[in-house]
């Protein structure tokens, strides 16, 4: 069993950075995939970034590339989520979610366990 909790949300102008984190505990960290989704509201759980086992095999939605970066420290457990640039449509409840594979996946139902969530909200 794997416990994932996210964190580093908040209010932020259009422009600006943040950096979320997602600590993971239990389950064998350094051998999962590991996933950044977003859910808006009214809107669907979106895929936004992914990243291997390892480090590399990292993937964007077209939406955040050039803009975000995904990364991990396997001896910390926790993946991180740089976002520049951000924008009033980056709004929304970002998710971090482990997937029990060496490689990560843009589906969400191809994951195994998901945080409890971080609020990102981009003002004009």
């Known amino acids: 069993q794997v416990q994932l909790v996210d964190s580093g949300g908040g209010l932020v102008q259009a422009g600006g950075s943040l950096r979320l984190s997602c600590a993971a505990s239990?389950?064998?960290?350094?051998?999962?995939?590991m996933g950044w989704f977003r859910q808006a509201p009214g809107k669907e759980r979106e895929f936004v970034a992914r990243?291997?086992?390892?480090?590399?095999?990292?993937d964007y939605a077209d939406s955040v590339m050039g803009r975000f970066t995904i990364s991990r420290d396997n001896a910390k457990k926790t993946m991180y989520l740089q976002m520049n640039s951000l924008k009033p449509e980056d709004t929304a409840v970002y998710y971090c979610a482990v997937r029990r594979s060496l490689y990560g996946s843009r589906f969400t139902t191809e994951y195994d366990y998901w945080g409890q969530g971080t609020q990102v909200t981009v003002s004009s």
């Open positions: 239990g389950g064998t960290f350094s051998l999962y995939a």
């Open positions: 990243i291997g086992w390892n480090g590399a095999n990292t």
